[in-house]
């Protein structure tokens, strides 16, 4: 409970601080929160994914305070910096500590040796301040060259994954690319995608934890007596992928949206062909497992569907499912 307080602390810290030394203070306080959060004594990789996330985690707060006290020389003492030079440092910094590409190096590795709420964590909350921080910046260029990079690698990344916590990685990474397009137009249009993504990450990766699923193949063999669970999970794939009826349609509509307003078609269909990409592989694992690794047993057992994790599952699968529907319906009525 400590040091989820402190991660939450940290991250508030850095959102409402009024100075690049205060959000740096915030960004440390947590990271130093989320580390023993990461080690866990059951799992071995957790040691391994801890120590990476420090090392890159250090080196992006070493050389964010490097070009904050390049600001400050600059302003105070009027030494000769280009303004551009110290904000491309600032934003790559920032960029290394969100997992975009091409500083994503670190992330898929360190998802690999993480328990599923702590790659919630990492995929969600961890993104808040750094992001918040990026949309202070105003780096049209550079910020597009992250989001070509981070939705290409997000998309060919996770073509070939069999694990399932690096193909949730990859997808961040993709999701992340839309993020940063989304705060290139405007923060409340950022905020949505990441309330959606949240939401959508969650509802999967709670199902993960619940039933410790961390490969493919144990989605294909596991829940061959319970179709509804089956049906649900691979549907929540499919909306974290953006297929249209389901909920994570929505966000990327608005930014689709918005990119149009702006002019921006080349960024536009770039995020597009991508996301047919991360589209394709779903569709994959989803048929895959609904056409081919089939088989039933004479005797039926059905899961216990009475438990609170699977009512809330399928609560939280209601709305990742029907929430473009109910909230159309809304935008009609009112």
Not at 21 to 49: C, Q, R, V, Y
Not at 208 to 221: A, R
């Amino acid at each position: 409970m400590l040091f989820i307080t402190m991660m939450i602390i940290g991250t508030l810290i850095t959102v409402t601080s009024n100075s690049w030394l205060g959000a740096w203070m915030g960004l440390e306080i947590n990271l130093l929160s989320f580390i023993p959060l990461m080690s866990d004594s059951n799992n071995l990789k957790s040691t391994e994914a801890s120590l990476k996330y420090f090392l890159t985690q250090a080196l992006a707060s070493t050389v964010l305070l490097f070009s904050v006290i390049l600001l400050m020389l600059k302003n105070n003492m009027n030494y000769e910096i280009n303004n551009s030079f110290i904000s491309m440092i600032t934003l790559s910094t920032l960029l290394m500590k969100s997992g975009a590409a091409p500083f994503h190096f670190w992330f898929p590795n360190l998802m690999e040796g993480l328990t599923w709420i702590n790659a919630l964590l990492l995929m969600t909350w961890q993104k808040i301040a750094p992001l918040m921080l990026i949309s202070y910046l105003n780096l049209k260029n550079l910020l597009l060259i992250s989001v070509i990079l981070s939705v290409i690698i997000g998309a060919i990344g996770g073509l070939n994954q069999t694990s399932l916590r690096k193909l949730m990685a990859f997808s961040s990474i993709n999701h992340l690319g839309w993020m940063l397009s989304a705060l290139s137009i405007s923060e409340s249009i950022w905020l949505i995608y990441f309330l959606f993504y949240s939401f959508l990450s969650f509802t999967l990766t709670f199902m993960f934890n619940t039933f410790k699923l961390f490969h493919l193949n144990q989605l294909f063999s596991w829940f061959t007596q319970d179709k509804i669970f089956k049906f649900t999970l691979f549907m929540n794939f499919l909306s974290l992928g953006g297929l249209p009826p389901f909920l994570g349609f929505l966000p990327k509509w608005i930014v689709i949206q918005q990119l149009t307003f702006c002019n921006q078609y080349f960024q536009l269909f770039i995020l597009l062909m991508s996301t047919l990409i991360t589209l394709f592989f779903y569709l994959r694992i989803c048929y895959s497992a609904f056409m081919l690794n089939y088989y039933e047993n004479n005797w039926v057992m059905s899961l216990h569907v009475n438990n609170f994790n699977t009512k809330l599952y399928l609560l939280s699968t209601f709305f990742s499912i029907m929430g473009l529907f109910l909230i159309s319906m809304f935008y009609a009525m009112f």
